[in-house]
């Protein structure tokens, strides 16, 4: 029995989407359960063959057993949500709870029509800011008010609280990353709620004492999308001649990248009290690692800057992805 949170370390865009669907399928949890922001997150997978952008439903819907929430802490857009249910073939196990906030247009027209959210925080445009707005003014419309939800309400927290009790397993996929945390991040270009682990267990109800380890997923490199400092970043040239280009999967954005950042990862372990390390697209780093799956068969150039990852961060990297399929991964927890 476990209770694992990923968390992701810099600024979203870390392959926790491959991640998380790699845990579900290698540790057949009971209950994968989303929590986060809401849809401006968008978690990036292959499986099988196909490409998956998922923002609302977990990604571990790829392990058929898994029951599959949305807890109470993340905002709901319903088209987006009963899109997906639809793509992950989920309907008979997707529960939502029925207190999520619901995102309406008049949220993403406000995030959009705002000059300060759309230009200087340069947002995701997906109305999150404001629906969270209108969930502390208190006069947000939640799922249990709306017909097209009725037949996924759950009560997310008691579902897993039961999983937990009876010793089944349980995968919590965290959102964006810790630098955009609205209290630890860069204030004010950071998203509209904290994005550390603590609060992704108060999203689905989880107690900070029932949790055995916190995952935090690191890229190889870094990468932000919106305004605000990144100390590492590189001229565009630069990240050209790396190979190291990217593009948002929500909006399309060109992702500013950058260095891996040593110091920010470290601070950003500490504050999720990260137990484990993930370390991604360690192939668009050192092209020739993809696919291999052992340790030991990773060049001594490569080998090196993972003991250095550890070392400096001062947590074990137990999970290296190798490239983009799920077998693709160095598994050593
Ligand atoms: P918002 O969350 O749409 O309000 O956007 C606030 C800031 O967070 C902007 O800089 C966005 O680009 C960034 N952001 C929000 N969600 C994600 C994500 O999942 N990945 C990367 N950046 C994100
Ligand atoms: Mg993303």
């Known amino acids: 029995m476990s209770v694992t949170i990923v968390a992701g370390g810099f600024w979203g865009d870390e392959g926790k989407g491959k991640v998380c669907a790699y845990l579900a399928v290698t540790d057949r949890p009971a209950v994968i359960a989303r929590a986060g922001v809401g849809p401006n997150a968008g978690h990036t997978f292959e499986f099988e063959g196909r490409k998956y952008i998922m923002r609302q439903v977990p990604c571990g819907f790829v392990y058929p057993q898994a029951r599959l929430l949305i807890g109470p802490g993340v905002l709901v857009n319903p088209d987006v ?91 919590v996929e965290g959102t964006q990353g810790f630098g955009l945390s609205l209290y630890h991040g860069d204030y004010p270009f950071v998203t509209s709620k904290d994005t550390t682990a603590s609060t992704f267990c108060a999203d689905v109800g989880i107690g900070p004492t029932r949790v055995t380890d916190v995952i935090l997923i690191l890229k190889a490199y870094a990468s932000r999308v919106g305004q605000g400092p990144f100390p590492t970043e590189l001229p565009i040239e630069e990240v050209a001649r790396r190979g190291w280009e990217e593009f948002g999967a929500v909006t399309g954005r060109r992702r500013r990248i950058g260095e891996f950042d040593f110091a920010f990862a470290r601070r950003s372990a500490m504050l999720n009290g990260a137990t484990q390390l993930a370390i991604t697209n360690l192939d668009r780093r050192f092209p020739e690692v993809l696919g291999i799956t052992r340790r030991d068969e990773l060049p001594a150039e490569v080998q090196i800057f993972l003991a250095r990852v550890a070392e400096e961060i001062g947590v074990p990297v137990t999970l290296i992805s190798t490239g983009p399929k799920i077998e693709h991964m160095i598994d050593e927890r």
């Open 81 to 171: 949500t009963l899109r997906e249910i639809e793509v992950a073939g989920a309907a008979d196990r997707v529960g939502i709870d029925a207190k999520c906030t619901v995102i309406e247009p008049e949220h993403i027209e406000a995030d959009k029509g705002s000059a300060h959210l759309s230009q200087t925080v340069g947002t995701t445009a997906t109305g999150c800011g404001p629906a969270n707005e209108a969930r502390t003014a208190r006069r947000a419309r939640l799922a249990r008010d709306f017909p097209a939800l009725q037949p996924y309400l759950a009560d997310v927290a008691g579902e897993v609280n039961d999983a937990i009790n009876h010793g089944l397993s349980v995968l």
